[in-house]
Nanobody
Framework: QVGLAESGGGSAEPGGSLRLSCTAS????????MAWYRQALGQQRDLVAS???????NYEASVRGRFTISRDNIARTMQLQMDNLKPEDTAVYYC????????WGRGTQVTVSS
């Protein structure tokens, strides 16, 4: 069974930074593509950034150049460094495989406001 846990969310002002972390269990983490997703209030859950097992990355257009996804296959963790945050980045952020499995973690809230 896949186990996913997100942490590191919080509040930031526009232009600020936050760093999210994800721990995964129950999967061959080092062999699978992973991704960060986000869901704003009343919106669908969308992919934000993905990373292949070898580190190849892909970003949604609105976060490219501001967010950096990374992974540590030994520690079985994945991170999302978010810089130059904007109010429209406000959402609950989730980690999952890419494409996602049906099992989701609780997510971590990110709120960007002045």
């Amino acid at each position: 069974q896949v186990g996913l846990a997100e942490s590191g969310g919080g509040s930031a002002e526009p232009g600020g930074s936050l760093r999210l972390s994800c721990t995964a269990s129950g999967i061959r983490f080092d062999q699978l593509p992973m991704a960060w997703y986000r869901q704003a209030l009343g919106q669908q859950r969308d992919l934000v950034a993905s990373i292949g097992p070898n580190g190849r990355t892909n970003y949604e257009a609105s976060v490219r150049g501001r967010f950096t996804i990374s992974r540590d296959n030994i520690a079985r963790t994945m991170q999302l460094q978010m810089d130059n945050l904007k109010p429209e980045d406000t959402a609950v952020y989730y980690c999952n495989l890419d494409p996602p499995r049906d099992s989701w973690g609780r997510g971590t809230q990110v709120t960007v406001s002045s």
